[in-house]
T-cell receptor, first 118, second 115 residues
């Protein structure tokens, strides 16, 4: 069965320091991987995605993520955190069956709350 | 571009009443729309997938007679919570996709509170 794991419920980082939010996945085949951010009482905002190609993906607001196939990981990173980055972050994987048809579904991780202190 | 809207953004209703939530793709045609619910401090749980003009496919454990989904056009899907009860109180989020494209766009969510 396909799954996504975010092992940390919360990550605390001082402003200006680098941040990492961890994500590992378990799917068959070659997945599509995503990161989304959610602010309180809001829907999800797309940050970045990995489909194919370069393992390092750059996204919105200075975030990037590295796809590591051998470790089945897709950790989210940012070199210098801002207080405004404080939010809930979700890693997600597109279920590769049935063959990325219109019916295939996105599976979300449990979420990681990122807190940036001034 | 690629904006998905939801209406209303929040709703409070009495137990036993029905509530309809609309999801619209504003600048693209969505062949597939998804409905999620999110409890406080939890992840998004997929409720159902709907394709325009056909019946929705519900996830295991989701009552199709309670959560009625209609996807009548390529830009509109509705979720009706019938005979709502306090345990239905949640944050409902819709999402839309064009065909089998990789990207999926999310609405801002609707906060439902059932008294």
């Amino acid at each position: 069965a396909q799954s996504v794991a975010q092992p940390e419920d919360q990550v605390n980082v001082a402003e200006g320091n680098p941040l990492t939010v961890k994500c590992t996945y378990s799917v068959s085949g070659n997945p599509y991987l995503f990161w989304y951010v959610q602010y309180p009482n809001r829907g999800l905002q797309f940050l970045l995605k990995y489909i194919t190609g370069d393992n390092l993906v750059k996204g919105s607001y200075g975030f990037e993520a590295e796809f590591n196939k051998s470790q089945t990981s897709f950790h989210l990173k940012k070199p210098s955190a801002l207080v405004s980055d404080s939010a809930l972050y979700f890693c997600a994987v597109r279920d590769p069956s049935p063959g990325y048809s219109s019916a295939s579904k996105i599976i979300f991780g449990s979420g990681t709350r990122l807190s940036i202190r001034p | 571009g690629a904006v998905v809207s939801q209406h209303p953004s929040w709703v409070i209703c009495k137990s036993g009443t029905s509530v309809k939530i609309e999801c619209r793709s504003l600048d693209f045609q969505a062949t597939t729309m998804f409905w999620y619910r999110q409890f406080p401090k939890q992840s998004l749980m997929l409720m159902a997938t709907s394709n325009e003009g056909s019946k929705a496919t519900y996830e295991q454990g989701v009552e199709k007679d309670k959560f009625l989904i209609n996807h009548a056009s390529l830009t509109l899907s509705t979720l009706t919570v019938t005979s709502a009860h306090p345990e239905d109180s949640s944050f409902y989020i819709c999402s839309a996709r064009v065909g089998s494209s990789a990207e999926q766009f999310f609405g801002p969510g609707t906060r439902l509170t059932v008294l």
